[in-house]
């Protein structure tokens, strides 16, 4: 079996878990025949672990365009990529300022590299441990939250059931779907999304394809 058809598979089976388990989730799924989950995930830079919670600290409380036009003047500052840890400890922390960062900001990355680069956080110890643990490790870290960890979960090391409670954009996604009356809570969000396990990353996507692109099929009825 090639990676492909075993991704495929895998697919189709997540799909059908979430069709069953949630019946908004089963008419979002039917309306997008097409979707691909990880789509968005090649329109970014190739990310390890670092990269990834550098990309999501950029991140924090700024919309996506934002991040990215500051991604990509973080990357020009390293020759066109995404920095090592050990790189961005030898660069002067004014130039990540320039780059559209804040001293806040830089402060959390410069922390975050040292920790990686003198062996208090091991990149591939984090990347082997379950999420909660990872989550524990990291948070540690002023300036890192959940919210930060758990993009880094998807985008870095394809975890499977992640879901971000904190996100704005997840929470309103949430409400138009389940047409709430009101925008749900954190702990909501987690209790609607008890159902999706153990395919909560894949749900998630799904969501924020139903909020921000058409669908792909005629309108379903209510």
């Given amino acids: ?72 003047r973080v990357e020009d500052l390293f020759g066109g990529h995404l920095p090592a840890p050990a790189e961005v400890l030898s660069l002067d922390p004014g130039k990540l300022r320039e780059a559209g960062l804040s001293w806040r900001k830089v402060q959390t990355l410069r922390d975050l590299a040292e920790r990686m680069s003198d062996g208090r956080l091991d990149p591939e110890v984090l990347s082997r441990l379950p999420d909660d643990d990872l989550m524990g490790r990291l948070t540690v870290v002023p300036g890192i939250g959940p919210w930060t960890v758990q993009g880094a979960l998807i985008i870095a090391l394809g975890r499977e059931d992640v879901v971000l409670p904190g996100d704005l954009a997840l929470r309103k996604a949430v409400r138009t779907a389940y047409q709430l009356d009101h925008l749900p809570s954190q702990q909501e969000v987690l209790a609607i999304a008890e159902k999706w396990r153990p395919y909560r990353s894949l749900a998630t996507s799904y969501l924020f394809s139903a909020a921000f692109e058409p669908e792909q099929v005629g309108p379903l009825e209510n």
Avoid: C, H, N
């Fill in 1 to 72: 079996m090639t990676v492909d058809s075993g991704r495929e598979e895998w697919l189709l089976q997540a799909r059908s878990r979430l069709r069953k388990a949630d019946p908004v989730l089963a008419r979002i799924v039917d309306a997008r025949p097409a979707f691909d989950p990880r789509a968005w995930l090649a329109e970014l830079p190739p990310m390890d672990l670092y990269g990834a919670l550098l990309f999501q600290v950029a991140g924090q409380q700024l919309s996506v365009p934002a991040t990215r036009r500051i991604l990509g």
